[in-house]
């Protein structure tokens, strides 16, 4: 930020640029809290028990709200750290490509390089994608009805009787 | 200012940006509600608010967001308070916290930081630990399960939106948003949008992926009205739910603004020597892609929940990987990098 800064003087440091991110970190709770005591001053407040039950369509809330929910979203979650974390590996390959390319016996390496990185990554992809744990709505495996404990001979004589 | 130090004339000034991207924030708000009103009423064949302010129901935003400034604060007994009300501030400042990398025109920036883009990335993801607190926190059981496909979706389509941004580092070399910017000068031709087949790929992956992360139509899972009654945000009145509507609207123009400095030429006009309003320049890019994402948003129908992972899973993800690799040896075939 060198808005107000005269020119010629030196840019700001890496502190500086950061100590701008702490300064919109910090206007953004004090317009925050502006905006909640306005509405604060403006509004009425008249609670009663029954406006602050749970919503749930008008009826009687039934039980906690923290339940159980589908266990895709934790896998969904488990994704997304592996492949997230790929990203972060990516990005200083791209700030460097074209920079160590033209670097003799380095070129080649850097290509080469992030194409097994990628490859490793998708080989991890297509083996979720094979079992399956991509799909939303996950295929049972097929279990073959458990075999009778009685002996196939003595059920048909049985059946004979 | 005469007497005042580097470092007081570095605080005012980035509090005086921050205010500004606030300001900018909450005027997304207001204008990009009307306009969403005006643009869905055109395709629904209506005409959308007409009377407020008489022209074309121009004032509806701001009435309605008085109208919000009045309306009671309700925490609900079951909900956990410091949570519940942490929550929307948090979503805000994730929204905020981004805007600080936007590059307006050449040295019109708040912050102009080496890791610019990785950095816009890094802060607005806060805002699916936003999401997923403010469903938590509100103890209610459409606030948890729009919570959770809201994060779901979220970090899902965060992976092939930052994907499709890395071939434009390949080419640039760096991810100071104002040197992304810089590389695409002279024309729309050099727009990296047009450099090659693989970007204009990437290009089309990102605005698909910045639709799905802002949680709008037909990617608006977390919110589904008919069955979720409001998603995440169910439980929250007033000023708080503004907060949400807010950042929600203030991500639109954000990912649009992100979509224009990385693949559009960002401030450079079309033309080359049309250059004279960077600013405007930008925004109009901006705006142009808000209305693209309106006119998606209006015009196809909801997807399921299964479709969205298929969509960012099995294809997103696989053709952004390819994009990658496509532009490097794009690069190395087309002797870019001598």
Known sequence: MNLLLPPGTATPSLVADYATVLIFILVGFVFAGIALGVAKLLRPSNPSPAKLTTYECGELPTGSSWVRFNVRFYLVALFFIVFDVEVIFLYPWAVVFKQLYPVPQLGALVFWEMIIFLAILSVGLAYVWVKGDLAWVKKLVDRTPAESATPAVLEEEVSAQ | ?338
């Not at chain 2, 009103?37 to 302010?53: D, H, L, N």
């Not at chain 2, 729309?188 to 047009?194: A, D, E, L, T």
């Open chain 2, 1 to 338: 200012m005469g007497g005042m130090s580097d470092q007081g004339l570095h605080v005012t000034g980035a509090a005086l940006m921050a205010t500004l991207m606030f300001t900018v924030m909450a005027l997304c708000a207001i204008v990009f509600t009307w306009m969403e009103r005006k643009v869905a009423g055109f395709i629904q064949s209506r005409y959308g608010p007409m009377y407020t302010g008489r022209w074309q129901g121009w004032a509806q935003a701001v009435a309605d967001m008085l109208k919000i400034l009045g309306k009671e604060d309700i925490i609900p007994a079951q909900a956990d308070k410091g949570l519940f009300v942490f929550a929307p501030i948090l979503v805000l400042l994730g929204s905020l916290l981004a805007w600080a990398a936007i590059p307006w025109s050449p040295g019109f920036i708040a912050a102009d930081l080496d890791l610019g883009l990785f950095y816009i990335f890094a802060v607005s993801s806060m805002v699916v630990i936003g999401i997923l607190m403010a469903g938590w926190a509100s103890n209610n059981k459409w606030a948890l399960y729009g919570a959770a496909r809201g994060a779901a979706q979220m970090v899902s389509y965060e992976i092939p939106l930052a994907l499709a941004t890395i071939p434009v580092i390949l080419n640039v070399g760096s991810l100071n948003t104002q040197d992304i910017v810089i590389a695409q000068q002279g024309g729309m031709f050099n727009w990296f949008v047009f450099h090659d087949p693989f970007l204009f790929i990437a290009f089309w992956m990102y605005f698909i992926a910045s639709i799905a992360e802002t949680n709008r139509g037909p990617f608006d899972m977390p919110e589904t009205e008919s069955e979720l009654v409001a998603g995440y945000h169910t439980e929250y009145t007033g000023m708080r739910f503004a907060f949400f509507f807010l950042a929600e609207y203030a991500n639109l123009f954000l990912v649009a603004i992100i979509a224009s400095v990385v693949f559009l030429g960002g401030w450079w006009a079309p033309i080359p020597g049309l250059d004279f309003a960077p600013a405007l320049t930008l925004v109009i890019k901006g705006v142009l892609l808000v209305f693209l994402n309106m006119w998606v948003r209006w015009t196809l129908p909801r997807v399921r929940v299964d479709q969205l992972m298929h969509l960012c899973w099995k294809v997103m993800i696989p053709v952004t990987l390819l994009c990658i690799v496509g532009s490097g040896l794009w690069m190395i075939l087309s002797g870019e990098l001598g």
